[in-house]
């Protein structure tokens, strides 16, 4: 298998592994400061949050590596930014 499938794979499951851990940590949490049991609704709603967080941010963590990588960021055209000193 290639190493970037594995690479990928492997993020992906750590990135499942703590989702799931900090579902179960919030829950317990809830639990602790008094807010009542859960529904199972309630427990769908947290780990679809937490679960969208984690992708959300490693997805623009991502990219953000990758338009570095690829130097895109060196591209942008900031002639026209109010707060730039050298005026062309």
Do not use: Y
């Not at 190493?3 to 851990?21: D, E, G, K, Q, Y």
């Not at 690829?70 to 109010?82: A, I, K, L, S």
């Amino acid at each position: 298998m290639n190493r970037r499938v594995v690479r990928l794979l492997a993020s992906v499951v750590i990135a499942t592994v703590i989702a799931a851990a900090m579902t179960w940590g919030v829950g317990l949490a809830w639990t602790a400061i008094g807010g009542g049991a859960m529904s199972l609704h309630g427990w769908i709603a947290l780990t679809l949050g937490i679960a969208g967080t984690v992708a959300l941010s490693w997805l623009l963590m991502g990219l953000a590596f990758k338009s570095d990588r690829e130097g895109w960021d060196d591209q942008v055209d900031n002639r026209f930014d109010p707060g730039r000193k050298d005026k062309n």
